[in-house]
């Protein structure tokens, strides 16, 4: 079918025929989009890891409410995949922050530590080079 073709079709019908079609059309392209799905995409132990900041946020605060922890996941699916760092360090800088004094209140979230990751790094190493406590970082 060519443009012309959708012209002189369009000069036949009527103006109520053309509104059923784009009506139909617009019902049919409605029930596609209901058809997809999002398939949330994290990985296992990343879903463990954000458990493991929510525990620890409620512990530091019990009123904390309950996350969308698929969402947190993936933020630290983010963290290892799209900023390239190695689970075991993601582990180790988790640790550091969930017992260093002022780190342990500021990162309630994934999203947090994803973003203050490299300082939180950086100041843990700092701390066990100079003798302080005892972290794997």
Request: a positive charge; aromatic letters at 10%.
């Amino acid at each position: 079918m060519t443009v012309d073709d959708v012209v002189e079709f369009t000069r036949k019908c009527s103006k109520q025929d053309l509104y059923t079609i784009r009506r139909e059309a617009q019902k049919r392209i409605d029930g596609l989009n209901e058809q997809r799905t999002v398939v949330a995409s994290y990985s296992q132990w990343a879903y463990h890891v954000a458990e493991l900041i929510y525990e620890h946020a409620k512990s530091v605060f019990p009123l904390t409410k309950e996350p969308n922890l698929v969402e947190w996941a993936q933020e630290i699916d983010r963290l290892v995949n799209r900023d390239g760092v190695p689970r075991e360090l993601v582990e180790g800088v988790l640790k550091f922050a969930m017992k260093d004094d002022f780190w342990r209140t500021n990162i309630r979230s994934a999203k947090a530590l994803r973003k203050h990751f490299e300082k939180i790094y950086v100041q843990g190493k700092s701390k066990f080079e100079r003798g302080g406590r005892t972290y794997t970082v």
